[in-house]
Protein backbone atom coordinates (compact mmCIF):
# COMPACT_ATOMS: atom_id res chain seq x y z
CA UNK A 1 0.00 0.00 0.00
CA UNK A 2 0.75 3.18 -0.55
CA UNK A 3 2.11 5.74 2.49
CA UNK A 4 -0.97 7.79 4.54
CA UNK A 5 -2.53 10.21 2.53
CA UNK A 6 -4.28 13.16 4.93
CA UNK A 7 -7.55 14.45 4.02
CA UNK A 8 -8.41 17.78 4.47
CA UNK A 9 -11.72 19.39 3.94
CA UNK A 10 -9.84 21.17 0.90
CA UNK A 11 -9.35 18.56 -0.81
CA UNK A 12 -13.50 18.17 -1.57
CA UNK A 13 -15.39 21.03 -1.37
CA UNK A 14 -17.02 21.91 -3.81
CA UNK A 15 -17.23 25.83 -4.66
CA UNK A 16 -13.38 25.96 -4.87
CA UNK A 17 -13.37 23.73 -7.71
CA UNK A 18 -16.41 25.88 -9.79
CA UNK A 19 -18.40 22.64 -11.00
CA UNK A 20 -20.58 23.92 -14.08
CA UNK A 21 -23.99 23.06 -13.03
CA UNK A 22 -26.47 22.36 -15.65
CA UNK A 23 -29.39 24.22 -15.05
CA UNK A 24 -32.16 24.05 -18.32
CA UNK A 25 -33.99 20.79 -16.94
CA UNK A 26 -32.83 20.15 -13.49
CA UNK A 27 -29.80 21.17 -11.37
CA UNK A 28 -26.84 18.31 -12.43
CA UNK A 29 -22.92 18.60 -12.90
CA UNK A 30 -19.62 16.33 -13.95
CA UNK A 31 -16.69 17.27 -12.41
CA UNK A 32 -13.57 15.28 -13.74
CA UNK A 33 -10.39 14.82 -11.09
CA UNK A 34 -12.42 15.51 -7.74
CA UNK A 35 -9.54 15.20 -5.95
CA UNK A 36 -5.87 14.69 -6.11
CA UNK A 37 -4.15 12.16 -8.06
CA UNK A 38 -2.35 10.91 -4.49
CA UNK A 39 -5.92 10.64 -2.17
CA UNK A 40 -8.13 8.95 -5.54
CA UNK A 41 -5.67 6.13 -5.57
CA UNK A 42 -5.27 5.61 -2.01
CA UNK A 43 -8.68 5.32 -2.17
CA UNK A 44 -8.91 2.91 -4.91
CA UNK A 45 -6.78 0.65 -2.57
CA UNK A 46 -9.10 1.06 0.22
CA UNK A 47 -12.90 0.10 -2.25
CA UNK A 48 -14.77 -2.59 -0.63
CA UNK A 49 -13.50 -5.91 -1.96
CA UNK A 50 -16.90 -7.50 -3.67
CA UNK A 51 -17.28 -9.98 -0.55
CA UNK A 52 -17.67 -7.01 1.15
CA UNK A 53 -20.86 -6.03 -0.71
CA UNK A 54 -23.58 -7.59 1.73
CA UNK A 55 -26.67 -6.53 -0.33
CA UNK A 56 -28.24 -7.19 -3.52
CA UNK A 57 -31.25 -5.20 -4.63
CA UNK A 58 -33.39 -5.23 -8.49
CA UNK A 59 -31.32 -5.84 -11.51
CA UNK A 60 -28.01 -7.07 -9.90
CA UNK A 61 -26.37 -3.81 -8.26
CA UNK A 62 -24.34 -4.99 -5.11
CA UNK A 63 -23.54 -2.61 -2.52
CA UNK A 64 -22.54 -2.06 1.41
CA UNK A 65 -23.95 0.90 2.61
CA UNK A 66 -23.94 2.85 6.32
CA UNK A 67 -27.13 1.63 7.55
CA UNK A 68 -25.77 -1.83 7.09
CA UNK A 69 -22.93 -0.94 9.13
CA UNK A 70 -24.53 0.70 12.05
CA UNK A 71 -27.47 -1.83 12.09
CA UNK A 72 -24.53 -5.17 12.39
CA UNK A 73 -22.14 -3.21 14.65
CA UNK A 74 -19.48 -3.86 11.72
CA UNK A 75 -18.11 -0.47 11.45
CA UNK A 76 -15.17 0.02 13.31
CA UNK A 77 -13.98 -3.43 12.09
CA UNK A 78 -14.96 -2.12 8.35
CA UNK A 79 -13.08 1.04 8.50
CA UNK A 80 -10.23 -0.74 10.55
CA UNK A 81 -8.35 -1.13 6.93
CA UNK A 82 -10.07 2.25 5.39
CA UNK A 83 -8.61 4.79 7.37
CA UNK A 84 -8.54 7.34 4.32
CA UNK A 85 -12.35 6.78 3.50
CA UNK A 86 -13.06 7.31 6.70
CA UNK A 87 -11.48 10.51 6.70
CA UNK A 88 -13.20 11.64 3.95
CA UNK A 89 -16.96 10.28 5.18
CA UNK A 90 -15.81 12.31 8.23
CA UNK A 91 -15.63 15.61 5.88
CA UNK A 92 -18.83 14.68 3.93
CA UNK A 93 -20.43 14.53 6.92
CA UNK A 94 -19.60 17.64 8.29
CA UNK A 95 -21.44 21.17 8.54
CA UNK A 96 -18.40 22.90 6.52
CA UNK A 97 -19.13 20.38 3.58
CA UNK A 98 -23.10 20.29 3.46
CA UNK A 99 -23.08 24.54 3.87
CA UNK A 100 -20.82 24.85 0.92
CA UNK A 101 -22.89 22.57 -1.26
CA UNK A 102 -26.31 24.15 -0.05
CA UNK A 103 -24.44 27.30 -1.57
CA UNK A 104 -24.22 26.28 -4.38
CA UNK A 105 -27.19 24.61 -5.06
CA UNK A 106 -29.43 27.20 -3.74
CA UNK A 107 -29.65 29.43 -6.68
CA UNK A 108 -30.25 26.39 -9.12
CA UNK A 109 -33.21 24.75 -6.85
CA UNK A 110 -35.41 28.23 -6.54
CA UNK A 111 -37.15 27.07 -9.65
CA UNK A 112 -37.83 23.98 -8.57
CA UNK A 113 -38.67 23.94 -4.42
CA UNK A 114 -39.34 27.78 -4.63
CA UNK A 115 -39.52 29.08 -0.98
CA UNK A 116 -38.13 25.97 0.26
CA UNK A 117 -34.68 26.71 -1.86
CA UNK A 118 -33.98 29.34 0.97
CA UNK A 119 -34.42 26.30 3.76
CA UNK A 120 -30.72 26.50 5.42
CA UNK A 121 -29.83 22.45 5.46
CA UNK A 122 -28.88 21.46 9.16
CA UNK A 123 -27.15 17.75 9.82
CA UNK A 124 -27.73 18.60 13.54
CA UNK A 125 -31.73 18.69 13.60
CA UNK A 126 -33.80 21.89 13.07
CA UNK A 127 -33.28 25.10 14.32
CA UNK A 128 -36.04 27.57 13.15
CA UNK A 129 -38.71 25.68 12.39
CA UNK A 130 -39.98 26.45 8.40
CA UNK A 131 -36.48 28.24 8.27
CA UNK A 132 -33.94 25.37 8.75
CA UNK A 133 -34.34 22.07 6.94
CA UNK A 134 -32.57 18.76 9.12
CA UNK A 135 -30.64 16.30 7.21
CA UNK A 136 -28.32 13.55 6.37
CA UNK A 137 -24.91 11.56 4.91
CA UNK A 138 -26.33 8.78 3.45
CA UNK A 139 -23.69 6.67 1.68
CA UNK A 140 -22.48 3.18 -0.10
CA UNK A 141 -19.88 1.21 -2.62
CA UNK A 142 -21.57 -0.38 -5.16
CA UNK A 143 -20.62 -2.34 -8.35
CA UNK A 144 -22.90 -3.54 -11.15
CA UNK A 145 -21.39 -6.34 -13.53
CA UNK A 146 -22.31 -7.03 -17.39
CA UNK A 147 -26.12 -7.18 -17.94
CA UNK A 148 -27.35 -4.73 -15.05
CA UNK A 149 -28.52 -1.43 -15.25
CA UNK A 150 -30.70 1.03 -13.53
CA UNK A 151 -34.37 2.26 -14.80
CA UNK A 152 -34.61 5.88 -15.44
CA UNK A 153 -36.63 7.25 -11.94
CA UNK A 154 -36.14 10.83 -10.03
CA UNK A 155 -35.41 9.67 -6.74
CA UNK A 156 -37.84 9.51 -3.53
CA UNK A 157 -38.89 12.78 -2.45
CA UNK A 158 -36.53 12.36 0.83
CA UNK A 159 -33.33 12.95 -1.19
CA UNK A 160 -32.02 16.32 -2.18
CA UNK A 161 -28.73 15.69 -3.10
CA UNK A 162 -26.91 12.81 -5.47
CA UNK A 163 -23.35 12.39 -6.27
CA UNK A 164 -22.00 9.70 -8.06
CA UNK A 165 -17.81 9.02 -7.98
CA UNK A 166 -16.55 6.64 -10.19
CA UNK A 167 -13.88 4.19 -9.17
CA UNK A 168 -13.71 2.10 -12.39
CA UNK A 169 -11.58 -0.78 -12.02
CA UNK A 170 -8.46 -1.30 -14.45
CA UNK A 171 -8.82 -1.91 -18.20
CA UNK A 172 -12.23 -0.20 -17.75
CA UNK A 173 -13.47 1.21 -21.04
CA UNK A 174 -16.10 4.08 -22.37
CA UNK A 175 -17.62 1.16 -24.88
CA UNK A 176 -18.53 -1.14 -21.55
CA UNK A 177 -21.05 1.53 -20.78
CA UNK A 178 -21.80 1.75 -16.85
CA UNK A 179 -22.53 5.62 -17.89
CA UNK A 180 -24.95 8.13 -16.17
CA UNK A 181 -28.04 9.33 -18.44
CA UNK A 182 -29.51 12.25 -17.18
CA UNK A 183 -32.42 12.46 -19.11
CA UNK A 184 -35.65 14.48 -20.38
CA UNK A 185 -39.28 12.33 -20.54
CA UNK A 186 -40.75 13.08 -24.42
CA UNK A 187 -44.20 13.28 -22.82
CA UNK A 188 -44.21 16.62 -20.72
CA UNK A 189 -46.69 15.39 -18.32
CA UNK A 190 -44.14 12.99 -17.38
CA UNK A 191 -41.43 15.22 -16.28
CA UNK A 192 -44.03 15.86 -13.09
CA UNK A 193 -42.97 12.46 -11.27
CA UNK A 194 -42.49 13.96 -7.14
CA UNK A 195 -43.26 10.47 -6.42
CA UNK A 196 -40.36 8.41 -8.12
CA UNK A 197 -42.18 6.47 -10.58
CA UNK A 198 -40.21 4.62 -13.16
CA UNK A 199 -40.44 4.36 -17.27
CA UNK A 200 -38.60 2.27 -19.33
CA UNK A 201 -35.53 3.71 -21.55
CA UNK A 202 -37.70 4.57 -24.90
CA UNK A 203 -39.68 7.09 -22.82
CA UNK A 204 -37.26 9.41 -22.35
CA UNK A 205 -34.24 11.51 -24.63
CA UNK A 206 -30.95 11.49 -23.35
CA UNK A 207 -29.76 14.76 -21.89
CA UNK A 208 -26.05 14.16 -21.70
CA UNK A 209 -24.39 11.03 -20.74
CA UNK A 210 -21.26 10.79 -18.50
CA UNK A 211 -19.34 7.89 -18.94
CA UNK A 212 -17.43 6.21 -15.59
CA UNK A 213 -14.57 7.58 -15.82
CA UNK A 214 -11.89 7.58 -12.83
CA UNK A 215 -11.98 9.94 -10.11
CA UNK A 216 -15.35 11.78 -12.19
CA UNK A 217 -17.79 13.64 -9.88
CA UNK A 218 -21.31 12.95 -11.15
CA UNK A 219 -24.42 15.05 -8.91
CA UNK A 220 -27.71 15.33 -9.23
CA UNK A 221 -30.34 17.57 -7.27
CA UNK A 222 -34.07 15.74 -6.56
CA UNK A 223 -36.90 17.14 -8.45
CA UNK A 224 -40.27 16.64 -10.23
CA UNK A 225 -37.92 15.92 -13.27
CA UNK A 226 -34.77 14.67 -12.62
CA UNK A 227 -34.50 11.80 -14.55
CA UNK A 228 -31.64 9.56 -14.46
CA UNK A 229 -30.71 5.58 -15.33
CA UNK A 230 -28.07 3.65 -15.86
CA UNK A 231 -28.01 1.79 -18.97
CA UNK A 232 -27.31 -2.40 -19.44
CA UNK A 233 -23.64 -2.53 -18.62
CA UNK A 234 -21.62 -3.94 -21.43
CA UNK A 235 -18.07 -4.82 -19.58
CA UNK A 236 -16.28 -8.17 -20.05
CA UNK A 237 -17.62 -10.85 -17.38
CA UNK A 238 -15.42 -10.18 -14.22
CA UNK A 239 -15.48 -6.45 -14.38
CA UNK A 240 -17.24 -4.78 -12.49
CA UNK A 241 -18.93 -1.04 -12.66
CA UNK A 242 -18.09 0.94 -9.25
CA UNK A 243 -18.99 3.95 -7.74
CA UNK A 244 -18.97 5.27 -4.37
CA UNK A 245 -22.57 7.24 -3.93
CA UNK A 246 -23.43 9.93 -1.11
CA UNK A 247 -27.20 11.31 -0.59
CA UNK A 248 -28.06 14.16 1.20
CA UNK A 249 -31.34 13.60 2.49
CA UNK A 250 -34.24 14.15 5.44
CA UNK A 251 -33.28 12.19 8.29
CA UNK A 252 -35.28 8.37 8.88
CA UNK A 253 -37.30 9.84 11.38
CA UNK A 254 -38.11 13.21 9.19
CA UNK A 255 -38.60 10.65 6.01
CA UNK A 256 -41.15 8.20 8.44
CA UNK A 257 -42.99 11.47 9.73
CA UNK A 258 -46.52 11.92 8.97
CA UNK A 259 -46.33 14.75 7.38
CA UNK A 260 -43.76 13.64 4.83
CA UNK A 261 -45.61 10.09 4.28
CA UNK A 262 -48.88 11.85 3.63
CA UNK A 263 -47.24 13.99 0.87
CA UNK A 264 -45.44 11.33 -0.94
CA UNK A 265 -48.61 9.46 -0.55
CA UNK A 266 -50.50 12.72 -2.39
CA UNK A 267 -47.82 12.65 -4.97
CA UNK A 268 -48.62 8.92 -5.51
CA UNK A 269 -52.60 9.08 -5.97
CA UNK A 270 -52.04 12.46 -8.19
CA UNK A 271 -49.15 11.44 -10.50
CA UNK A 272 -49.88 7.80 -10.20
CA UNK A 273 -52.24 7.64 -13.39
CA UNK A 274 -49.58 9.12 -15.40
CA UNK A 275 -47.40 6.58 -15.27
CA UNK A 276 -50.58 3.42 -15.18
CA UNK A 277 -49.20 2.31 -18.54
CA UNK A 278 -45.75 1.00 -17.18
CA UNK A 279 -46.43 -1.23 -14.47
CA UNK A 280 -43.78 -3.85 -16.00
CA UNK A 281 -41.40 -1.00 -14.30
CA UNK A 282 -42.74 -0.07 -11.13
CA UNK A 283 -43.50 -3.11 -9.40
CA UNK A 284 -40.84 -2.14 -6.52
CA UNK A 285 -41.22 0.68 -4.85
CA UNK A 286 -38.32 3.29 -6.37
CA UNK A 287 -35.02 4.50 -4.58
Excluded at 21 to 39: A, K, N, R, S
Excluded at 88 to 110: N, T
Excluded at 148 to 166: G, I, Q, R, S
Excluded at 209 to 222: G, T, Y
Aim: hydrophobic content about 40%; aromatic content about 12%.
Amino acid sequence: MTTDVTVSPEDLLLRPKKPEVQTEHFPFFVLDDFVGPELYARLVEEFPRPDEMRAKIENGKRLVNNRQLDDDGSKDAFFADKPTWKAVIDILGSELFVGDLEALLRPHLVRHRLLGAFRKWRLDGVKVPLIDRSVQLTYEWSCMVPGEYLNPHTDKVAKMATFVWHFPEPGWKDEFDGSTLFMTAKRARHNINWANFKLPFEELDVVLKSEARANRLVMFAKTGNSWHAVPPIECDPGVNRRVFIFNYRYPVEVANSFSTRAIESFHRRSQGWLFKDFPEVNRKPGM
